[in-house]
Structure formats: structure tokens, C-alpha cells
């Protein structure tokens, strides 16, 4: 079966630009996180969906920063006036259910402001 | 505060030889202990995991060995092969709140020469 898909792969956006990111989850996974990697560093926690609810989202840097996951598929992180610290990939995992151990990755989305 | 460290950020082995990679923590509510696998431009890809619980835990060339009272997890891939190059990432798992919140560590480059 199909993955974990993010898109778009890569994204190149102007300082103070508004910016999505979408996640698609494998097909009956119940938990949906976002990561974020900047380079050097592993992937750094930033929200936890448990269907459509965010159950966590301690790790959200700021309010500039906000995720959604309508139907308890598909998510979409949305980044208000982006920085040039916003720089860096981010990923997607999901779970089959919440207290599983092993999260299933996607290949990311490469956010550049310029 | 990192609280999963991996403190060499390269290593090279000849194939055929063993790869050993180190993984350090400090959070003693870690109860679940997992390796992931990144190439280039993929997402990690879940490779072996360890619950606290065990002190080894073996698949095919991959065992991972876990001592708690050091607070010490390392890999070992033998015979080591030229597909294994790729970023291995340490990652640590503890309940929060309904979800489980991964903790990885800054990854180590791991290159087998033919």
C-alpha cells in the first residue's frame, strides 16, 4: 500500500509569505505528527493529531504556526509570515493508533525563505 | 537540553566489518528505544527498537543493546554493506498524555566502503 506523501516536496517562499504543507497519511492511520529537521539535527516534535483532534502541540514554535487535520486524514501545516528561521524540512509521520511505537515517516517538504 | 545525544556525527567501516553506532540519553521516562534509517532525499525509515524492558533486541544483521543504568543504546549491523550508508537516527519514546512523543538524536552519517 502507499506510504506517508507530502507535498509539495520542496517549497520556496519570500520572507513574511503565508505557506501550507501537506501531509497525507497511510490509508487507516489514526495518529498524524509533524516534525521539523534542520540541518545537522534529527527531527524535532511539533504536533500530534489523534484523528481530527490535536492532541499535543507543545512543541509548535510560536502562533505563527498551526496545523489542522479536518476529517482525520489528510493534515495541513500553515505558517503565518514566515521567517528565514522557518528554513528546514519538514515531516510527516503517521500511526496506525496513538500508542503505537513505530511512526511511519514521509519523505518531507523542504521549506527556503528567502 | 538534548536528551538524546549521538556523539559522532560520522563514521566510516569496511564492508564486511561491524558498524557500531552510540546513542546516549538522559531522560530516565524513556521506556521504548528506536533506530531509524535516512537516505538521501527519503524520509527516516524505521529500522529496529528495543523496549526498556530488554537489554538486546537482534534482526537478521541488525542488533540494537540497550543498558539502562548507563543510559546507553547502540546498533550493530555485521556484516556491514555499501547499501547500509545512509543517516542512522536514535530515537527515544515516552507516553504524553494519550500519545507517544519521539525524541531523536542529531543522527549519525554511516559510510561502508567497498
Known amino acids: 500500500g502507499a506510504g506517508v506523501s507530502q507535498t509539495p516536496s520542496n517549497k520556496v517562499t519570500e520572507k513574511g509569505k503565508y505557506v501550507e504543507l501537506r501531509c497525507d497519511p497511510i490509508s487507516g492511520h489514526t495518529a498524524l505528527y509533524w516534525y521539523r529537521q534542520s540541518l545537522g539535527q534529527g527531527p524535532e516534535f511539533l504536533i500530534y493529531f489523534q484523528g481530527t483532534g490535536a492532541a499535543d502541540d507543545s512543541g509548535l514554535p510560536n502562533d505563527r504556526f498551526f496545523a489542522v487535520r479536518p476529517e482525520g486524514s489528510v493534515s495541513t501545516l500553515k505558517i503565518q509570515r514566515t521567517e528565514r528561521g522557518d528554513s528546514a524540512m519538514y515531516l510527516c509521520?503517521?500511526?496506525?493508533?496513538?500508542?503505537?511505537?513505530?511512526?511511519?515517516f514521509g519523505p518531507g517538504t523542504r521549506l527556503t525563505v528567502l | 537540553d538534548q536528551q538524546v545525544k549521538q556523539n559522532s556525527p560520522s563514521l566510516s567501516v569496511q564492508e564486511g566489518r561491524i558498524s557500531i553506532l552510540n546513542c546516549d540519553y538522559t531522560?530516565?521516562?524513556?521506556?521504548?528505544f528506536l533506530w531509524y534509517k535516512k537516505y538521501p532525499a527519503e524520509g527516516p525509515t524505521f529500522l529496529i527498537s528495543i523496549s526498556s524492558i530488554k537489554d538486546k533486541n537482534e534482526d537478521g544483521r541488525f542488533t540494537v543493546f540497550l543498558n539502562k543504568s548507563a543510559k546507553h543504546l547502540s546498533l550493530h549491523i555485521v556484516p556491514s554493506q555499501p547499501g547500509d550508508s545512509a543517516v542512522y537516527f536514535c530515537?527515544?519514546?515516552?507516553?504524553?498524555?494519550?500519545?507517544?512523543?519521539?525524541?531523536f538524536g542529531s543522527g549519525t552519517q554511516l559510510t561502508v566502503l567497498p
Open positions: 509521520a503517521s500511526s496506525l493508533t496513538s500508542g503505537d511505537n513505530e511512526q511511519f
Open positions: 531522560n530516565s521516562m524513556f521506556d521504548y
Open positions: 530515537a527515544a519514546d515516552h507516553p504524553s498524555g494519550s500519545a507517544r512523543q519521539l525524541t
